[in-house]
């Protein structure tokens, strides 16, 4: 059981949670990330840490409400227990000095991106942060990345902040003023990272990204999050969750992280109803 | 003195278990075989010889007292015998469901050569089902304090046992287990249908009431190092008990289309994570109408009855060889048939086909025939050339066998390997690493729940040593 310290909406239906796990805290590195499970009857839901604390011994995670257990999750409050949580997982982030890092967040991305980010630039990089969201009250970690950033540029798709646009088009003005871009660290929707993979291939610029593959177990036993990766299977959870975007099959990995997407309804519905049913005046999450 | 008299009845016929009717059991998750009432137990204990020279014991690889366990039972005295079971099985009712009784102890039974051999795994699994129902307190016989302490990684069949012999010497105990719940293969891995996760919780909880702490979701490898617990968490010695978590896929194109279960996902998701509960449970799984599982183990076996039993329509086992060469157990075999699981023998898979969304749709397979012994002493299984033919699935499980996790190799370089992973010991269960030790899956990279168990016993006894001695040579 791991002790709620606070909870709350960054957001909207995105929620900042910060957990007491101390040895987590302390073992943790950038890169890696954890497995929550909210209840006893609880799936096992991937998070990356997207903050961490080892003095005080808490780890920050950071989540969207999209089906049914994050959203159960999001109605937690400080001072209550998650089921449990497991970690860390994954490889760290191999951080080195390789020059200028173009560091590209898309929505919630951006929490996992964080701790990179802030490494990277500890060792010197010469960061540029491309946030993309689909409006201006969707990005998280806004002042956090502009403080570590040496550059910092956002875009929407509705034009309410920054460019009117995707990531995408900012990077390629990037490419196009001829800037020196040693790597392209992106992490968001597997859309946007097969975008930037694309564009960033045709250019021959080293390429990272971080998948966010169905899990079970997250420890290498099961092979849900199965991805190919130039032609070969990978494990997401034990040889990633960082891949050479040029190399990652993205087309494939949207169609598998679909596959229970009919299921996932199904379950969000029934709990979408069963919380109506226990908060009759139209309770303020419905 | 006994409760009753010992009436030798030889000649009769092996006393049959009951058993929840195949179309009953298609439908829910209940255990199959019901167990012996104590009056079937005794019946099927006169049975037995009670041999001088007794050939059972030679087969069992924890060298239980065979005869004098159902000499017990039949003598109504089934405390007695679930004591006598206990000294040598620290998990009677497990290994009396799970074991392959027919290749180890039944085998050897004199009985067999002329009639069948007594029932020893159901007389095992009565005495020890009679002490837990009877709700008597265990007794343990646990020697004095040793101030030694002992890390398991992992709390399968082969950590839980190398766990309960070393609290029975004193020494303190902490299992690390990677998932939230312990029991390793027990839980994931076998269904529910073939051993009840209670069964699994009642031996847990004893060993806690033996003093052992098990730490759940606790990743060796990387919530700690081998050598930090070694130095920095004060253990002296550590018993790597890691099993065969690593799922093979066979490498034929399709595997990654949406519908493609390793066995372990698919056992996983329904065991530990029930999902036949869903939505009840939050962790779904899929199931089509069509299923093939690809192989022949028990695995291969527990994954098409759970299909079955989540309501696939037409179930097919893929193997390669003929039905004598099936691994999977005999009464798995006979119990799948009986549940409607059609046979698809002299057959391998060559590609997974899938719709433009990329979900299953069929599978292609190439037809078998059986040429000369390799290896492993089978025949070896040679395509048939232009045999090729299509049929229409929508869920394919591979149980094509797993290896062993890498997560510790590769924070312990220090500890060698051999192919594939597997862990190198010595015939005292001792790894190349100082004070670590290795036993079940991990070093053999694949086989049944009681020489896990064996393996963790011998190195119960050779860490016992070492803790006393010092000695590593």
Redesign the interface.
């Known amino acids: 059981m791991y002790l709620i310290k606070d909870i709350e909406e960054i957001a909207p239906k995105i929620k900042k949670m910060v957990l007491k796990a101390p ?2 805290a302390k ?1 943790h590195r950038a890169g890696q990330f954890v497995m929550v ?1 909210n ?1 006893e ?4 839901i991937p998070l990356t840490i997207a903050d961490k604390n080892p003095e005080k011994g808490e780890i920050t995670l950071i989540f969207q409400e999209i089906g ?2 994050t959203m159960e999750m999001g109605l937690r409050t400080k001072g209550e227990h998650v ?7 994954g490889k760290p982030t191999h951080i080195e000095k390789y020059g200028t890092v173009v560091c590209i967040g898309g929505g919630v991305g951006t929490a996992p991106l964080y701790p990179i980010a802030k490494k990277m630039k500890e060792v010197g990089n010469h960061i540029i942060t491309i946030l993309g969201a689909r409006n201006k009250d969707l990005f998280i970690l806004e002042k956090e990345m502009k403080a570590l950033s040496d550059e910092f540029y956002q875009t929407t798709d509705d034009g309410t902040k920054g460019r009117h646009g995707l990531v995408t088009d900012e990077l390629k003005r990037l490419i196009e003023e001829g800037r020196e871009i040693d790597l392209v660290l992106a992490i968001g929707p597997a859309i946007m990272m097969k975008f930037v993979s694309l564009l960033t291939k045709e250019h021959n610029i080293p390429t990272m990204v971080s998948l966010n593959s169905i899990m ?2 997250g ?6 999050c ?3 990766v130039g032609g070969i ?1 990978k494990f997401v959870c ?1 040889d990633g969750p960082e891949f050479d975007g040029h190399k990652v099959n993205f087309d ?1 990995l949207l ?2 992280q ?3 997407k009919d ?2 309804e ?2 969000l519905k ?2 979408l109803e069963e919380l109506r049913e226990k908060e009759p005046c139209g309770g303020h999450h419905a | 003195m006994p409760d009753r008299k010992w009436i030798p009845q030889p000649k009769k016929p092996r006393t049959p278990i009951p058993e929840q009717k195949p179309e009953e059991r298609r439908k829910n998750f209940k255990e199959v075989a019901l167990g012996y009432t104590e009056e079937l137990a005794i019946e099927e204990a006169y049975r037995c010889l009670q041999c001088k020279n007794p050939l059972c014991i030679e087969g069992c690889p924890v060298g239980i007292d065979i005869p004098g366990f159902i000499r017990h039972i039949g003598e109504g005295r089934f405390e007695e015998a679930y004591y006598t079971l206990k000294k040598y099985n620290s998990l009677p009712a497990i290994c009396g469901r799970v074991c392959p009784q027919e290749d180890q102890c039944e085998e050897k039974c004199i009985m067999g050569k002329r009639f069948k051999p007594v029932a020893i795994g159901r007389l095992e699994r009565f005495a020890a089902d009679w002490f837990i129902q009877s709700g008597k307190k265990e007794r343990y016989e646990i020697e004095p304090p040793t101030g030694k302490k002992v890390a398991i990684i992992g709390s399968g069949p082969a950590g839980l046992t190398c766990a309960g012999e070393l609290a029975k010497k004193g020494h303190k105990i902490v299992i690390f287990e990677a998932l939230h719940k312990p029991g390793g293969v027990l839980v994931y891995g076998i269904p529910e249908f073939r051993l009840p996760k209670k069964i699994v919780e009642v031996e847990v909880e004893k060993l806690k009431e033996m003093g052992v702490e098990i730490k759940t979701s606790a990743i060796i490898g990387k919530l700690y190092t081998i050598d930090e617990l070694l130095k920095e968490e004060s253990f002296d010695a550590v018993f790597i008990g890691t099993g065969a978590g690593l799922p093979y896929f066979m490498g034929i194109k399709g595997e990654n289309l949406n519908g493609v279960y390793s066995a372990n996902e698919f056992l996983t998701r329904v065991n530990l994570m029930k999902a036949y509960m869903f939505p009840e449970a939050d962790t779904p799984v899929k199931i089509g109408e069509r299923v093939a599982v690809i192989g022949g183990g028990n695995t291969a076996m527990d994954a098409i009855r759970t299909a079955i039993r989540l309501g696939a329509k037409e179930a097919y086992i893929i193997y390669r060889r003929s039905e004598k060469e099936l691994p999977a157990r005999e009464e798995e075999i006979h119990h799948a048939k009986e549940e409607g699981v059609i046979l698809k023998l002299l057959t391998n898979p060559v590609e997974i086909i899938g719709d433009k969304n990329g979900w299953v749709k069929a599978l292609k397979c190439i037809k078998m025939k059986l040429g000369e012994p390799d290896d492993s002493g089978r025949r070896r299984p040679i395509p048939i050339e232009g045999s090729e033919f299509e049929f229409p699935v929508d869920t394919v499980i591979m149980a094509i066998g797993q290896g062993p996790n890498p997560l510790i190799q590769e924070t312990q370089p220090d500890i060698e390997v051999k192919k594939w992973g597997i862990i190198k010991i010595d015939e005292e269960g001792r790894t190349s690493k100082k004070g670590v030790f290795a036993g079940g899956d991990i070093v053999t990279g694949g086989a049944t729940v009681i020489l896990a168990m064996g393996q963790g016993k011998r190195a119960a006894a050779s860490i016992d040593r070492y803790l006393k001695t010092g000695e590593w040579k």
């Open positions: 040895l987590l073992k499970i209840t009857k609880g799936e096992r049914k257990s089921y449990d949580v497991v970690g860390p997982l079970v177990d420890t290498g036993m099961c092979g849900a199965r991805v190919s299977t034990v494939e169609k598998r679909a596959m229970y299921m996932e199904m379950a029934k709990f």
